[in-house]
């Protein structure tokens, strides 16, 4: 039932429309960041590369409108960038959902582990996260960012994986 449902619609036409989805979540997030004074911790950071990640490959796959083998290998690009997003802001949601003597102390910005530590080190001291990641500071329906960008990551791995891997168009 959902493969027949999910091929009702174009392919260049939904890889179109999940771009069109990630961009929209990066211009909201951005506009939140500069409207409403929210800033990024590093964990919604690298939340927003997996989100232009997989922007670009459902805009490479619109444009390109591959034949069956390349909608496949879209189809695994696809899954693996909003997989990855998923994990990171699975997490995320993690750990805001930690008891309060679990979290860990706030830790220095992006930038500066960046330019002091190894890419190693910064991505080892971002995972393990720090309190800014932790708090809540936003909300939609009772669901933090996180939450619903976890939510569209997956939303987009299903539904992009399978158009795509079931190109009949």
């Known amino acids: 039932m959902f493969t027949q449902l999910i091929t009702l619609i174009p392919r260049r036409l939904f890889n179109l429309a999940g771009f069109l989805f990630c961009a929209g979540v990066l211009g909201y997030a951005i506009h939140v960041q500069l409207n409403e004074g929210l800033d990024p911790c590093p964990l919604c950071i ?33 899954a693996l960038a909003s997989l990855a997003g998923a994990a990171i802001a699975g997490w995320h949601v993690r750990l805001q959902h930690l008891p309060p003597d679990l979290v860990p102390e706030c830790g220095p910005g992006l930038d500066y582990m960046l330019e002091v530590f190894p890419l190693s080190e910064t991505l080892k001291k971002v995972f393990t996260g720090s309190g800014e990641c932790a708090e809540v500071s936003w909300q939609f329906l009772g669901l933090s960012m996180p939450t619903w960008a976890l939510l569209c990551f997956i939303g987009l791995a299903v539904g992009g994986f399978f158009r795509n891997w079931l190109a009949r168009d």
């Open 46 to 78: 690298f939340q927003r590369g997996a989100f232009l990640a997989a922007g670009c490959v459902f805009l490479l796959a619109a444009i390109h409108n591959a034949g069956s083998l390349g909608s496949r290998v879209y189809a695994v690009l696809i």
